[in-house]
């Protein structure tokens, strides 16, 4: 037996003395951090944050002190007590302490009364992009809200007398306060994790024990019918920093399971919850007081779920920058290099996408039948001989699964498919269930994420997020659709995953042509805007790059976000050309 889990009763028993309120039950659940103490947990403890809310000062203007209220209000600890300050007794009595609020980006204030010198009423509209739940989950909303607000003046000072009872939150102030972490679920099968994004509050020395709360719970309601987990309500988890701040002890309570696949799957959950939070390990994770595998005695790490990864594939073997061109289809290096079989050759290319870890290829072709032209759609192994799957006038760009095998594409009657590639057998072409999205899409793009689970889709110059069910007859449909705002005036043209909660959306804007964005709407932040030009037609990317075609070239991106696009070389003379990567 290992010296990690040979241990007396007395550590155990001193560190839950020490750190009482580490246990994680399905009563004390809520991502609003509590009014509990924080606990300092070695190196659980995080960054402090920069932001400092803003205190009631005296002189200054009604309107200026309200928006002064609303950043405040960024601060959710002692039942939002930075905000309080701003209101008067009696508002302070009458405003309540919500713990889901409304992400506002707009304000604005007029003066509609002045019953006295020290009283006034204004009338407040306020434009919101979004909802945040008790769960933390955030859902992309755009609304406008009207109401008054009465103010009095108490010793030279004005307060706020009387608030709507709801809580708004500045955006600006909400992304100083906030970060963004992911809980770990499984999709379907079992075999892969799926983030599911939450919204915590930054400053929080109670983070790895929110975190097990959350995750005993139901998944955010976008997710509930598509993914599963090994923990139910009912179990117990309580969490402490290893001997000597060396990993982490998970303590688990509850659960049962004899199966060697479900443990796996368990610490698999734990420890992508924990590592995207930057929380690392090794993991010590016992049930009941043993080891949960005891061929993990000393710790699980990263390396032992990395086949749950959504990303494992890519990362494993990423494809590197493709290119369509007049001439085939051709591997971009410093210059273009044919790719191998009849593809490398083909003038009639339309579309084109690798699976992830570059396996497999569909394509859309043109042929010639007869007299007549018309574009078929192929798939097959890299560098084999493809197989035709259904011919059309028109088609989206292909996209894949995350298991290789399944390719799904968009037929010119707009009905969506998906096609199962079957080795020795005719490949499987599934009519997929689109009913549940709101009115009938027109899909001019659509791509699937890296676990499965979700499917972006362009309908109308707008991004939307649906779910993948797959039925048990082999069935499959889109569910609970969510329009993700961009901007009101933004066409939004390409999009791609960069990973399984970032994508890359390319658009009308000429000062916002490319954009990068949480899968939840709530952040966005532009990419590069130097060098590159609206309207941005098509979108890929991966971990090891992102690429445009823009109204002139194909560009990439270079040194990140803050960074500039920059021609690629080897296809500065290839007019017209189509980046193609994986996914």
């Known amino acids: 037996m290992s010296n990690h889990f040979y241990r007396t009763k007395l550590l155990p028993l001193l560190c839950a003395l020490l750190l009482l309120g580490g246990t994680v039950s399905l009563n004390a659940c809520t991502a609003i951090p509590s009014d509990t103490p924080p606990q300092s947990l070695g190196q659980f403890r995080r960054m402090p944050i920069t932001f400092h809310p803003p205190k009631p000062q005296p002189g200054r203007s009604p309107d200026l002190l309200l928006r002064d209220f609303i950043r405040a209000a960024a601060v959710p600890t002692d039942q939002h007590a930075a905000a309080r300050l701003f209101l008067t007794s009696k508002g302070n009595e009458e ?6 609020f409304k992400v ?12 006295t010198t020290d009283s006034l009423v204004m009338q407040v509209r306020a434009r919101s992009m979004g909802e945040v739940d008790k769960q933390g989950s955030f859902r992309s909303h755009i609304s406008t809200s009207t109401f008054q607000v009465k103010m009095r003046r108490i010793n030279r000072q004005w307060l706020i007398d009387c608030f709507p009872d709801e809580l708004l939150v500045d955006k600006e102030a909400f992304m100083s306060t906030y970060e963004s972490q992911s809980v770990y679920y499984l999709d379907s099968t079992g075999s892969r994790a799926v983030p599911d994004p939450r919204w915590l509050y930054a400053q929080n020395n109670r983070l790895p024990t929110m975190l097990m709360q959350l995750l005993v719970q139901e998944p955010s309601p976008q997710l509930r019918t598509v993914v599963n987990s090994e923990l139910s309500p009912s179990v117990h988890i309580s969490v402490v920093p290893g001997i000597q701040g060396n990993g982490v002890d998970v303590e688990i309570s509850n659960y049962h399971s004899t199966s060697e696949t479900a443990r796996q799957r368990l610490a698999a959950q734990i420890i992508f919850t924990f590592e995207r939070a930057r929380i690392h390990g090794p993991f010590y994770i016992s049930v009941n007081g043993s080891p949960l595998d005891p061929n993990h005695r000393d710790g699980w790490t990263p390396a032992d779920v990395i086949h749950y990864d959504p990303m494992f594939a890519t990362h494993k073997n990423p494809v590197h920058l493709h290119a369509i061109t007049s001439d085939g289809l051709m591997k971009v290096t410093s210059n273009l290099e044919p790719v191998k079989g009849p593809l490398g050759h083909s003038q009639g290319i339309h579309a084109a996408a690798f699976s992830r870890g570059g396996g497999m290829i569909g394509v859309v072709e043109e042929v010639r039948h007869k007299q007549h032209t018309a574009l078929e759609v192929k798939m097959g192994p890299v560098g084999g001989p493809l197989v035709s799957v259904m011919r059309g006038s028109r088609f989206s760009r292909p996209t894949w699964g995350p298991t290789g095998q399944d390719m799904w594409i968009v037929s010119g009657d707009g009905q969506l498919n998906r096609i199962t590639w079957q080795n020795g057998r005719p490949p499987l072409v599934t009519r997929v269930n689109t009913h549940d999205l709101s009115n009938k899409p027109d899909f001019s793009t ?6 499965g689970v979700r499917m972006a889709y362009i309908s109308g110059g707008k991004l939307f997020i649906a779910t993948v069910y797959n039925g048990r007859n082999g069935d499959v449909a889109l569910k609970n659709p969510r329009r993700i705002y961009v901007s009101g005036d933004e066409v939004v043209l390409s999009l791609a995953w960069r990973t399984a909660t970032t994508l890359i959306v390319g658009g009308s804007l000429t000062d916002q042509p490319v954009l990068m964005m949480s899968v939840d709407g ?22 090891s790059g992102v690429y445009v075609q823009d109204s002139r070239d194909v560009m990439r991106l270079e040194q990140g976000s803050e960074g500039f696009w920059q021609d690629v070389p080897a296809l500065v003379n290839s007019s017209h050309a189509i980046p193609v990567l994986e996914g």
């Open 95 to 100: 405003w309540k302490n919500h713990t889901t």
């Open 104 to 115: 506002v980006d707009r304000v604005d204030v007029n003066t509609i009364a002045t019953p």
């Open 446 to 451: 659509l791509a699937i994420s890296p676990d």
């Open 522 to 543: 709530a952040s966005i932040t532009p990419l590069g805007v130097r060098n590159v030009t609206a309207p941005v037609s098509v979108v890929v990317a991966n971990p």
